[in-house]
């Protein structure tokens, strides 16, 4: 049991104070995965360090600072910008349906000079803080009441539309996941649990044939028969498939992969880039990396558990949710497990937005570790 002084002392740490209350080794550990995505993006090029490692590197020497800053501010101010961030984010999602650029068949970036921003992967943090500001505000009981359930349905209702109108079939799912998750481990009854996951399987054939478009439809008929038309709608996932067998158990060895270098691998530097890690380290090499990704998630889990505060499990255990999502979709569908969605695997794959996203996410989980002794009264939740 922590004294009551203590705690009262950890509210007011000095910047030196937070600086070594971060938890460096999983600092250590994203650090190292990010490594190992820069390699591989290096090794997709040819061997050189342009196109996309160069960049990818400066934009993770970015992040990094910025999950240092995020760490160290008190994790009362992020709950309080919960629900400003929430809306800033679903704003950007409508700018997007109205000037959004279009890229593969899809409209989710917007154009800001130079930079180009994809909000709904900042939606995935923004729904996290939002929900786990709600949820801190309610007691067990309150959370299956039906007037309580309105707001946060909502809270993932609203984005989840927007995105899917994108279309974004797969940063849909996940927040819907990520929302259905925290209310389960807020406390839901599962008397709201089971009738909904009925009323969604029955829900399966009206989506079907009035939601999915047709490319989402023909990805579906794809991943239950890819040899159908492997060198049309089935090619993505054969080649991925082709690259991840050819590695066997110990891999063909760095910058030897042949799948990327003659260009049979598609989207090679995002969506499909753990084939070419599969490809050249092996079965052993993608176990590894799994592993390594697991050892992130249980420090995420533990650094939720040691939190004081119910806004605070909540926050970490969403990021760690969201990070694992990311990585059980992308992986699952490279190996042909389930269709083929933009999902991209995190700190590996090429990406700007996705990249800070997920080190701004890992800045909220260190925040919580170093201010795990603090205390939110239920009632600072306040209302949107």
């Not at 158990?249 to 995002?270: A, D, H, V």
Request: hydrophobic share 55%.
């Amino acid at each position: 049991m922590i004294s009551r002084p203590y705690a009262t002392a950890r509210r007011t740490l000095s910047i030196r104070d937070k600086l070594y209350a971060i938890n460096w080794g999983l600092v250590l550990l994203i650090t190292l995965i990010a490594c190992t995505g820069f390699a591989m993006l290096y090794s997709v090029a040819g061997g050189s360090i342009s196109p996309w490692a160069g960049k990818q590197i400066l934009r993770f020497i970015f992040g990094f600072l910025l999950m240092l800053t995020v760490a160290m501010v008190d994790i009362r101010f992020w709950m309080a910008a919960a629900y400003p961030a929430f809306w800033i984010s679903f704003a950007l999602l409508i700018v997007v349906e109205v000037a959004g650029r279009v890229g593969l068949g899809a409209q989710r970036w917007i154009a800001l000079g130079p930079i180009e921003l994809q909000p709904s992967e900042l939606m995935k943090v923004a729904l996290v803080m939002a929900m786990a500001r709600y949820l801190h505000g309610l007691s067990v009981e309150d959370v299956s009441k039906p007037q309580k359930l309105f707001i946060p349905l909502a809270l993932i209702a609203l984005p989840a539309v927007l995105v899917a109108i994108q279309p974004n079939l797969g940063t849909t799912l996940i927040l819907v996941a990520d929302g259905l998750a925290l209310l389960f481990l807020a406390g839901l009854s599962w008397w709201w649990i089971a009738p909904t996951t009925t009323a969604a399987a029955c829900a399966v054939p009206i989506v079907w044939q009035f939601v999915l478009h047709d490319y989402q439809k023909r990805r579906v008929m794809t991943f239950l028969d890819p040899e159908s038309d492997a060198l049309g709608a089935g090619w993505n996932i054969t080649q991925a498939k082709i690259a991840i067998g050819s590695g066997g158990l110990t891999g063909k060895g760095f910058l030897e992969g042949t799948q990327s270098r003659l260009n049979f691998l598609p989207e090679k530097e995002t969506d499909f880039i753990f084939t070419n890690f599969g490809e050249e380290f092996g079965f052993f090499g993608c176990v590894t990396l799994l592993l390594l990704f697991a050892v992130v998630i249980g420090y995420g889990v533990q650094i939720a558990m040691s939190a004081r505060s119910q806004f605070a499990r909540l926050l970490a255990m969403g990021i760690v949710l969201n990070f694992f999502f990311y990585i059980m979709v992308n992986a699952s569908m490279v190996m042909g497990l389930i269709p083929v969605v933009g999902i991209p695997m995190p700190l590996i794959s090429y990406g700007g937005t996705a990249m800070l996203t997920v080190m701004f996410s890992f800045g909220l989980l260190l925040s919580v570790h170093v201010h795990r002794q603090v205390e939110i009264p239920r009632h600072a939740a306040g209302l949107i």
